[in-house]
C-alpha cells in the first residue's frame, strides 16, 4: 500500500478524547496499572489522515491573514466533484450545497424548522446515540421503529412497523441513517427506495445522515437517499461531511445537499438565526485537500484495511467469545456486539463486562444509550495489531470464562 495503516500513532497529549479522557468524569473507566488505552470507543480514527490535507493546511497557515471569508469555488467544485465521482450524483450545483457546523446541527435545525414544538420524530432502533441527546434535548419526542435481523443476520427495516407508527403518531418527520450507524448496514437499493416510499405516503420531510458514505467494506456500494426518485430528491435534506472518512471532526465542518428550494431556504433561514452555524477557513481547506485524488486514493486503501480489520474481529469473535453475537458491518468501521447471551450464561452484567475490558486498556463503548439492551460498540479504525492486541487481551483477561 502507499499509504501508512500500520505504524502505531502517538495521540497522548494531544487533545483526543478517546486517548485522554478515559478515566476522567463522563468518560469509560481507565486502564489498571500495566495496561495501555487501545482506544475502541469515540468514533475517530487512530489513522494519520491524508498527507493532502496538512498540505493544504500548511499552505493556508502560512499566509498571516484570518480574517472574514467566503467559501471558494474550490470548496463547492470539490464537493460536486466527490459526490459525482464516489457516489456518481449527477445535477449537483453549488446552490443545493449549504454549510453546516456539524450533521446534528443540521438534523436539529431540520426539526425546528419543519415541526412543531414537542413533536414526535421517527428514528430507527439501534440509533446513533447524538440523534437521541440533541433531538430531546430541544424538547422533540423519539418514537423507534426497530430494526429487525432475518434469517441470515443481517439488520433490516421493519416498513409495516415504520408505517403503523408514522401514522399512530400523525409523525411528519423522521431521521434516516445512511449507512446505518451503529449496525453497518448499507443499505440496498431497494430497501432506500421502500423506506422512502413508506416516508411519502405519510407527507415526512426526512433528514438523511450519509455521513459514513465512504466508509464502505468489501466492496459494498453507498445509495444516495436522494437518489432513488424524483420524490425523495425532494423531500431530503442530506448530510454529508470528511470528519468521518479523513479524521477530521476536530476542524469541525459539514455540509448539507438539498434540492427542493422550498426546503432549502427554510432550512438555511432557521440555521442561521444563531449567528454561529459558519465556517471556518481551516475547516474548508481542509476539505479541498481531502476531496482530492489523492484523497480518493487513501480512501480506497482506509476501506481494504478496515475491511480486514473486520474480518478479523468478527472471526475472531465467533471463534472465541462464545455468547457473543453481531452481525458483520457493511460500512463504517464500528461492531455493535450483542452480550445478552453471554452475560446471562455468566451471570454478570453488563456494567461489569465494559469495566473488565476497561481495566485492561480495552476502552469500548457502552451500546445501550443506542436504544439496544446489553451491547457493546467497538471502533475498529486501529493498526491491525493493535485490534488484535485488543482482542487477545480480552481472551485472556475478560472472555477467559466462556472458554473451555
Known amino acids: 500500500m502507499k499509504y501508512d495503516f500500520t505504524s502505531i500513532m502517538d495521540r497522548r497529549g494531544m487533545d483526543s478524547i ?3 479522557s478515559p478515566g476522567r468524569a463522563g468518560a469509560p473507566g481507565g486502564p489498571k ?5 487501545i482506544p475502541m470507543w469515540v468514533a475517530d480514527m487512530n ?3 491524508v498527507p493532502s490535507v496538512p498540505r493544504a493546511l500548511a499552505e493556508r497557515a502560512a499566509h498571516p491573514a484570518y480574517g472574514y471569508f467566503i467559501p471558494s469555488d474550490a470548496y463547492f467544485d470539490a464537493i460536486i466533484s466527490w459526490q459525482e465521482t464516489r457516489n456518481h450524483v449527477k445535477g449537483l450545483s453549488r446552490e443545493h450545497i449549504g ?7 443540521c438534523v436539529v435545525s431540520a426539526a425546528q424548522t419543519f415541526c412543531s414544538a414537542g413533536d414526535k420524530i421517527l428514528v430507527h432502533a439501534p440509533t446513533y446515540i447524538g440523534f437521541t441527546k440533541s433531538l430531546t434535548n430541544v424538547g422533540y419526542q423519539l418514537i423507534l421503529s426497530d430494526l429487525v435481523k432475518d434469517r441470515d443476520g ?5 416498513y409495516e412497523d415504520m408505517d403503523r407508527k408514522l401514522k399512530e403518531h400523525s409523525i411528519h ?11 453497518g448496514r448499507v443499505w440496498e437499493l431497494w430497501e432506500i427506495e421502500k423506506a422512502m416510499e413508506v416516508y411519502r405516503q405519510n407527507d415526512c420531510i426526512v433528514v438523511s445522515d450519509e455521513i459514513w458514505s465512504d466508509i464502505l467494506l468489501d466492496g459494498h456500494k453507498h445509495t444516495p437517499t436522494q437518489s432513488v426518485s424524483e420524490d425523495a430528491r425532494n423531500r431530503t435534506i442530506a448530510v454529508y461531511a470528511p470528519s468521518k472518512t479523513f479524521n477530521l471532526a476536530g476542524l469541525v465542518g459539514s455540509y448539507h445537499i438539498v434540492y427542493s428550494r422550498y426546503l432549502r431556504d427554510r432550512l438555511l433561514k432557521q440555521s442561521s438565526l444563531c449567528h454561529y452555524n459558519s465556517q471556518n477557513v481551516m475547516s474548508m481547506h481542509a476539505l479541498i485537500g481531502a476531496y482530492s485524488q489523492e484523497g480518493q486514493q487513501w480512501v480506497d486503501e482506509l476501506c481494504q484495511v478496515l475491511s480486514a480489520n473486520v474480518d478479523y474481529s468478527c472471526d475472531y469473535i465467533a471463534s472465541h467469545f462464545k455468547g457473543i453475537s453481531l452481525s458483520r458491518p457493511q460500512g463504517t468501521y464500528m461492531l455493535y456486539l450483542d452480550c445478552s447471551t453471554w452475560c446471562t450464561q455468566h451471570g454478570r ?4 463486562l465494559l469495566r473488565a475490558g476497561w481495566d485492561v486498556g480495552v476502552i469500548w463503548q457502552d451500546g445501550r444509550p443506542f436504544n439496544k439492551p446489553d451491547t457493546i460498540r467497538m471502533n475498529l479504525a486501529l493498526p491491525l495489531s493493535r485490534v488484535k492486541e485488543a482482542f487477545e487481551r480480552l481472551s485472556q483477561y475478560v472472555f477467559c470464562e466462556s472458554q473451555g
Open 173 to 183: 418527520f423522521a431521521v434516516f441513517c445512511s449507512p446505518h450507524n451503529p449496525t
Open 99 to 105: 454549510y453546516e457546523n456539524g450533521v446534528l446541527g
Open 18 to 20: 478517546a486517548v485522554d
Open 349 to 352: 452484567t453488563l456494567d461489569e
Open 47 to 49: 489513522f494519520p489522515t
Open 154 to 158: 443481517i439488520w433490516r427495516m421493519d
Open 33 to 37: 496499572e500495566g495496561f495501555d488505552v
